[in-house]
């Protein structure tokens, strides 16, 4: 049996050769017909080679279901993440969960640690929290497909804390309400569409992080802990992290915008936004909308990764009350790069008009006058193996408006600063544990100074 089928490749191989036509379907039984007919093979081999090139051919019938399927009709798994194809068009979920247990140890209150604006902790006793970090939790849904010869996209991104939300001006961002039959909030920060082209660019049209301070925040290595608390007693959706310890919150925002394709890892990014009125100002009209941009650059020479960052950001403020328009604006850049087990990243902002915080809080003096800001942050995370360590130092600064504004505001926050030290150990791909050390400072113009710490000890999942 072992030399016929032998013969039988070695026929099949001299066939093909010798023949200019295609292989079909049949061409190996009729080649052991011909061999039976001549005697080469004898009813015995020829009985069981037929069963087994039988056996490995497809049935006429799967034949023609699989000729009358269209890819229309077919469901598969996508490439990447928890979804589905469907025909032409892709079904992604990605999310994700955090907790933590976090103590705080307030200052003092008394009259020189009041501090207008600042963010470190001042109570009569320390508190604990069981809470969500910087990051609430978040669920993503991203439907896409290729109509028309343009890729379009639509885009849903809904963040639930834990915590119980006391309804207010700021919707799920206000402060926590930690009582019984509470509820928790859900900030809808995403919902986008999407469409362009690989060498046109792509254009993107609703609710989305914005341009300006994202790299600062999406580069933190407090956005899967806590960094400062911020109303540990009452907890809400999120912590401070290092919000208005380094950078200005960019928010999730109305926006029209433009991103290049990739050139050579440089890309650029430009958008008109929907105008944000001040929250320390007089009421506004605002005539004009914001606008930002943002370039990146992605590159690695040998064993080093580098991203680099600049983005920009300028918007008017039409007050209701006469000389009381002003127009903010600023800019940040950051570079992030990667040497073996190292990462290392420095981020720098500058701003008139911007406030410190968050966009436009404490911007100016409430008659036209800008406050400018400034501030940094540096921080250091080495990985090996499961393990992480890290740990960072960065500092938000505002200035006065003017002698007046000096003499109205004389506790107004001068600097925000805080040191963060970090342990971070990879359960597995989904789940990573995280213990956090943070000391947060506020000093004020006339000299008052609060300061606290506190710890943090939790859990992120990502799928």
Do not use: C
Request: proline fraction near 4%.
């Amino acid at each position: 049996m072992k030399s016929a089928r032998l013969l039988l490749s070695s026929a099949i191989a001299a066939t093909m050769a010798l023949s200019a036509a295609p292989a079909f379907a049949g061409t190996s039984e009729g080649l052991l017909k011909r061999l039976h007919e001549k005697g080469i093979l004898t009813d015995e081999e020829y009985n069981e080679l037929m069963r087994e090139e039988q056996a490995q051919a497809p049935a006429p019938a799967m034949q023609q279901a699989q000729g009358a399927l269209d890819d229309k009709h077919l469901v598969k798994m996508t490439d990447s993440g928890v979804g589905l194809q469907i025909g032409d068009v892709a079904l992604k979920f990605s999310g994700s969960v955090n907790g933590f247990y976090v103590h705080d140890n307030p200052d003092t209150p008394g009259a020189n640690t009041a501090v207008v604006g600042g963010v470190a902790s001042v109570g009569t006793k320390n508190s604990s929290a069981v809470r969500n970090g910087l990051l609430p939790g978040f669920l993503k849904v991203d439907v896409t497909t290729t109509q028309g010869g343009w890729d379009v996209g639509a885009h849903f991104g809904m963040y639930p804390g834990i915590n119980s939300t006391a309804w207010g001006a700021l919707g799920a961002n206000n402060g926590g309400q930690p009582t019984a039959l509470a509820t928790a909030g859900i900030d809808f920060r995403q919902t986008y569409l999407t469409f362009g082209k690989t060498k046109l660019g792509e254009f993107k049209i609703g609710r989305d992080i914005g341009l300006f301070g994202s790299e600062g925040i999406l580069n933190d290595i407090t956005l899967l802990s806590s960094g400062t608390p911020g109303g540990n007693v009452a907890p809400g959706n999120t912590t401070l992290g290092r919000i208005g310890v380094g950078y200005i919150y960019t928010d999730f925002q109305p926006q029209i915008t433009y991103t290049s394709p990739n050139f050579g890892g440089a890309q650029l990014s430009v958008g008109v936004f929907q105008p944000l009125s001040s929250l320390t100002g007089p009421a506004e009209n605002n005539s004009s909308p914001g606008f930002q941009a943002k370039v990146t650059y992605d590159g690695k020479l040998g064993g080093v990764s580098t991203r680099l960052w600049l983005s920009g950001i300028t918007q008017k403020h039409d007050g209701v009350a006469p000389g009381t328009s002003y127009t903010g604006s600023g800019f940040d850049a950051g570079a992030k790069i990667g040497v073996g087990p190292l990462t290392l990243t420095g981020y720098y902002y500058d701003g008139s008009g911007l406030g410190t915080t968050v966009l436009n809080l404490f911007d100016s003096d409430g008659a036209g006058g800008k406050r400018d800001s400034h501030g940094f942050y540096g921080q250091a995370m080495a990985t090996f193996g499961k393990f992480s360590v890290g740990g960072s130092y960065g500092e938000s600064r505002l200035d006065y408006a003017n002698a007046a504004d000096a003499l109205a505001n004389p506790a107004l926050v001068d600097k925000n600063s805080s040191w963060v030290g970090q342990l971070r150990y990879g359960l597995n791909n989904w789940v990573t544990l995280i213990g956090e050390y943070v000391s947060s400072s506020a000093k004020a113009h006339n000299g008052n100074k609060a300061e606290s710490d506190a710890i943090a000890a939790g859990a992120i999942l990502f799928f």
